[in-house]
């Protein structure tokens, strides 16, 4: 009679079958509905860190120049900006950027580097890159680095005009 007793008293622990398929199908669904969003999150996110890395890479040029008080340049490490850049002071590379990849950069003047002087300034006019995915996808901006005779860059949400 004890071993009766036991039994009884015990409970059932754990999940039915039943449960356990609605939870997983609830799961599914709530999954397939979120991955468009995180897709254009993922993208926005990608091109505002490029587009930091780009401007970081510019201030750096800028303030090399006048730290060392001659021409550092930056420039294209392949064919177009998405193939990377580099800041160079001479024969020495200051900083260099891997490949972007799933994005293009495009500068307005067409440029394959930008050289700054001694006093912070740029030789050239001023440029624009526009930073965006290769594919449009919905959802996604553009994000605009401007770089002025001054040699100042600065970001902005939206393609370059």
Do not use: H
């Given at each position: 009679?004890?071993?009766?007793?036991?039994?009884?008293?015990?409970?059932?622990?754990?999940?039915?079958?039943?449960?356990?398929?609605?939870?997983?199908?609830?799961?599914?669904?709530?999954?397939?509905?979120?991955?468009?969003?995180?897709?254009?999150?993922?993208?926005?996110?990608?091109?505002?860190?490029t587009s930091f890395d780009?401007?970081?890479?510019?201030?750096?040029?800028?303030?090399?120049?006048?730290?060392?008080?001659?021409?550092?340049?930056?420039?294209?490490?392949?064919?177009?900006?998405?193939?990377?850049?580099?800041?160079?002071?001479?024969?020495?590379?200051?900083?260099?950027?891997?490949?972007?990849?799933?994005?293009?950069?495009?500068?307005?003047?067409n440029l394959a580097a930008?050289?700054?002087?001694?006093?912070?300034?740029?030789?050239?006019?001023?440029?624009?890159?526009?930073?965006?995915?290769?594919?449009?996808?919905?959802?996604?901006?553009?994000?605009?680095?401007?770089?002025?005779?001054?040699?100042?860059?600065?970001?902005?949400?939206?393609?370059?005009?």
């Amino acid at each position: 009679m004890l071993v009766k007793r036991r039994t009884l008293g015990r409970r059932m622990r754990g999940f039915t079958l039943i449960e356990l398929i609605t939870a997983v199908t609830l799961l599914a669904i709530l999954a397939g509905l979120a991955v468009p969003t995180f897709q254009g999150f993922i993208a926005n996110q990608r091109i505002r860190n490029t587009s930091f890395d780009l401007m970081a890479a510019l201030m750096l040029a800028r303030s090399e120049a006048v730290t060392r008080n001659g021409n550092v340049s930056f420039s294209q490490t392949g064919t177009g900006w998405a193939a990377g850049w580099e800041v160079k002071s001479g024969t020495n590379t200051l900083l260099s950027q891997d490949t972007v990849r799933s994005l293009s950069i495009t500068d307005s003047a067409n440029l394959a580097a930008i050289v700054y002087g001694k006093d912070g300034r740029t030789s050239t006019a001023s440029t624009r890159f526009t930073i965006a995915p290769s594919v449009a996808i919905s959802g996604v901006s553009p994000r605009c680095v401007s770089v002025g005779p001054s040699g100042v860059p600065s970001s902005r949400v939206g393609a370059c005009s």
